[in-house]
């Protein structure tokens, strides 16, 4: 993969499955997804075969335009080995063109990786791993264990949340952690993947709006495509689009406050616009008015307009009274959507 490509990690919902297919079709050919199954809730599914049920609905068809996608299953490591054969034996037989993820620490899921490496495997190295272990000596223990060659291998450096660092430290930090692995102009492609979203929308007061850093895109840019001559090898850039790499997963919407959000990415910063609790106004009334503000408000200066993507489009639409862009849902496709499209066009137009 060359600079121009990219590898969004989205979480295996509803909301990110319909935006891979809203994304333009131009752009689809460079972008790899990195898809994480989301952990298994007991209440919402008693079985293993239920949850994936849910996962795999119109996944393959929202992947079938993109070149190829990665697909890790850590999350669902407490379901055991199993799990892990079941999710790629699934994506299999859908006829989904997929690379396995697995690490150099984990066990769950590196036999099933392996056995469905038809096309490739990936190695997802961690950042617990870069501090607390040889890199070197547990790569190397890893390919000659299973007999295989940097050149079989996506190598995917991931920094995981930074959101609390700031561009330079990430910057030193990213050094460091590829200073440590070796082999760089070897890997079949080589990434580095860290997300600086917000865990929560807790700093954003009710009915009001707020901005934060895309550290981890001007540490990307600034640290490592403005130094690629210098480099052995410039990685491929990636990162968690609009969800920490937490998820919602352990947050129980009867009974816990949520406010309506917009969350909106721009160059350099995201744009958080919130109104009040869902319990107090429900979110089919707040999404529209928020939509408004950037469309035709206050923000409409970093609005990018109807014609920049599907995304956009669909704010313009909620903020005239459009059906179906009420929900939290809706708005999570959306600014996914708009991500993805903003990353494109940043790493498309670099010099």
């Known amino acids: 993969m060359s600079p121009n490509y990219y590898v969004p990690v989205l979480k295996v919902k509803r909301g990110e ?17 990195l898809l994480e199954i989301v952990e298994r809730e007991s209440t919402k599914s008693s079985t293993i075969d239920e949850h994936l049920k849910t996962a795999f609905k ?13 697909i890790d299953v850590r999350e669902i490591a407490p379901d055991g080995p199993g799990a892990a054969e079941k999710v790629f034996q699934r994506a299999a037989n859908l006829g989904m063109i997929f690379v396995p993820v697995t690490g150099i620490s984990r066990t769950v899921d590196v036999k099933a990786a392996l056995d469905n490496s038809h096309h490739g495997i990936a190695l997802r190295l961690t950042r617990d791993e870069f501090e607390q ?4 000596r547990a790569i190397n223990k890893f390919l000659r264990t ?7 291998v996506d190598l995917i450096v991931d920094l995981g949340a930074i959101n609390e660092m700031i561009s330079p430290g990430i910057i030193a930090l990213t050094n460091l952690f590829l200073e440590a692995v070796p082999y760089h102009n070897r890997w079949k492609t080589f990434t580095v993947s860290a997300c600086a979203f917000p865990e929560h929308m807790g700093f954003v007061e009710r009915h009001s709006h707020a901005f934060q850093e895309r550290e981890e895109w001007i540490a990307w840019r600034d640290g490592l495509y403005f130094r690629r001559n210098e480099i052995p090898r410039l990685p491929t850039f990636s990162d968690c689009v609009i969800q920490h790499p937490k998820g919602v997963e352990g947050f129980d919407f009867r009974i816990m406050q949520v406010s ?15 109104g009040e609790s869902t319990k107090k106004t429900l979110p089919s009334e707040q999404f529209p008015s928020l939509a408004t503000q950037l469309a035709y408000g206050h923000l409409i200066r970093h609005y990018k307009g109807p ?23 809706a708005w999570r496709r959306i600014g996914t959507i708009h991500h993805i499209t903003t990353v494109m066009d940043q790493l498309l137009s670099l010099p």
């Open 307 to 329: 014609d920049h993507c599907k995304g956009c489009f669909s704010i313009k639409s909620a903020a005239d009274g459009g059906k179906g862009l009420g929900s939290a849902e």
């Open 146 to 152: 299973y007999s295989i060659v940097p050149e079989q």
């Open 58 to 70: 119109n996944l393959s068809e929202s992947v079938w335009s993109y070149p190829r996608c990665f």
């Open 133 to 136: 272990i040889n890199l070197l």
């Open 17 to 33: 499955k319909d935006s891979l297919r809203a994304v333009a079709s131009h752009l689809r050919q460079r972008i790899t997804p």
């Open 260 to 274: 309506a959000t917009i969350r909106y990415t721009m160059p350099e910063k995201w744009l958080f616009i919130k």
